[in-house]
């Protein structure tokens, strides 16, 4: 891999609720989610995130979820593939309001929490997910987990995806994440984050939570940014990749 991008889940703050530390993750990424307002997120923080991410270079992807505040979008909810195209066409929506009064140009949607695992197994989901994206903008890149239905269901309707990859959270044989509140789900341990994250991208493998050996397509990192190590995963991600000679670039210039 001679390049990779470095993405982060960002703008989750919600009112007086503060979830984060963005601004001293910002300048070391180069492709920020930013919550849309379902599952966290508001006009202000969203506003302000995109600005944030201007003045550092930082390519700007929505990231939308379920309409689940108070479960944070990790709750799984009943929906249809056409709810699901509505739900993303309108979260966009908000976002590229905010994105075009900055004059920064909206790169990428990444789906949150539950409706990001349901989509990574139910092509009909996914489906209506990419359907919503290409008919907003046939431009803009799905970021969706490697080998997942949504990488599927993007190539099938020929919107442009990125396959995604976990610094800070465990792998199932089948290649999906383990799910949060199973011991070892999330992984805070810097040094074992950089040793998998290196194997990702050098070798397209990681090892599963029961051993086996799970094939990837990186092209892009997340770290999540309500993580307690997130700064300091950042920072030691980027360092060792480009220690390693990867190149540290956005999707956009990736995908060129």
């Not at 993405?7 to 007086?16: I, K, R, T, V």
């Not at 503060?18 to 006009?43: L, M, W, Y």
């Given at each position: 891999?001679?390049?990779?991008?470095?993405?982060?889940?960002?703008?989750?703050?919600?009112?007086?609720?503060?979830?984060?530390?963005?601004?001293?993750?910002?300048?070391?990424?180069?492709?920020?989610?930013?919550?849309?307002?379902?599952?966290?997120?508001?006009?202000?923080?969203?506003?302000?995130?995109?600005?944030?991410?201007?003045?550092?270079?930082?390519?700007?992807?929505?990231?939308?979820?379920?309409?689940?505040?108070?479960g944070f979008g990790r709750r799984k909810m009943?929906?249809?593939?056409?709810?699901?195209?509505?739900?993303?066409?309108?979260?966009?929506?908000?976002?590229?309001?905010?994105?075009?009064?900055?004059?920064?140009?909206?790169?990428?949607?990444?789906?949150?929490?539950?409706?990001?695992?349901?989509?990574?197994?139910?092509?009909?989901?996914?489906?209506?997910?990419?359907?919503?994206?290409?008919?907003?903008?046939?431009?803009?890149?799905?970021?969706?987990?490697?080998?997942?239905?949504?990488?599927?269901?993007?190539?099938?309707?020929?919107?442009?995806?990125?396959?995604?990859?976990?610094?800070?959270?465990?792998?199932?044989?089948?290649?999906?994440?383990?799910?949060?509140?199973?011991?070892?789900?999330?992984?805070?341990?810097?040094?074992?984050?950089?040793?998998?994250?290196?194997?990702?991208?050098?070798?397209?493998?990681?090892?599963?939570?029961?051993?086996?050996?799970?094939?990837?397509?990186?092209?892009?990192?997340?770290?999540?940014?309500?993580?307690?190590?997130?700064?300091?995963?950042?920072?030691?991600?980027?360092?060792?990749?480009?220690?390693?000679?990867?190149?540290?670039?956005?999707?956009?210039?990736?995908?060129?």
């Open positions: 891999m001679s390049w990779i991008d470095l993405n982060c889940d960002l703008g989750e703050s919600f009112g007086a609720y503060k979830i984060g530390r963005d601004q001293e993750i910002i300048p070391f990424i180069t492709s920020a989610n930013v919550g849309c307002g379902f599952h966290a997120g508001d006009p202000c923080v969203m506003d302000e995130t995109v600005k944030m991410c201007k003045k550092n270079h930082v390519a700007v992807g929505a990231h939308p979820g379920f309409p689940d505040l108070m009943t929906i249809t593939p056409a709810e699901a195209k509505a739900y993303v066409k309108y979260r966009l929506g908000a976002l590229r309001a905010f994105c075009d009064a900055s004059g920064v140009e909206l790169q990428h949607v990444k789906p949150h929490g539950a409706l990001y695992n349901m989509a990574g197994k139910d092509y009909n989901l996914a489906r209506g997910i990419a359907e919503g994206i290409y008919e907003v903008d046939p431009k803009l890149i799905l970021m969706a987990l490697s080998g997942s239905q949504m990488i599927r269901a993007a190539s099938d309707i020929g919107l442009r995806a990125a396959s995604e990859v976990f610094a800070d959270r465990a792998y199932q044989a089948d290649g999906s994440l383990v799910p949060r509140g199973t011991p070892g789900a999330v992984i805070h341990d810097v040094d074992e984050c950089i040793k998998r994250i290196i194997g990702m991208v050098k070798e397209h493998q990681v090892i599963a939570i029961t051993g086996e050996t799970v094939q990837l397509c990186p092209q892009s990192i997340c770290v999540h940014g309500d993580t307690p190590e997130a700064v300091e995963f950042v920072k030691n991600i980027r360092k060792s990749l480009q220690k390693e000679g990867i190149k540290l670039c956005n999707l956009a210039e990736g995908l060129r």
